[in-house]
């Protein structure tokens, strides 16, 4: 699921934001927004711990923008 969310996305942006990050128990909410010349992306990833390190456990599209 989450290697296909990023999967459509690839190739299409040219710029990469950090707007939001949060500590929720052991996990990390991160919240991208992603620019290019289609218009605007915001994704907001879950991180969780694991025995390798930190690894991404979903995405969400959580807003987009087509380009003006």
Not at 9 to 33: M, S, Y
């Amino acid at each position: 699921e989450v290697a296909a969310a990023y999967a459509g996305l690839a190739g299409r942006f040219e710029r990469t934001d950090v707007v939001g990050c949060a500590r929720i128990g052991r996990q990390r909410v991160v919240k991208l927004r992603l620019e290019g010349p289609g218009g605007r992306v915001v994704l907001q990833e879950r991180w969780i711990p694991s025995a390798d390190g930190w690894r991404i456990a979903a995405v969400e599209i959580s807003g987009a923008e087509p380009a003006p």
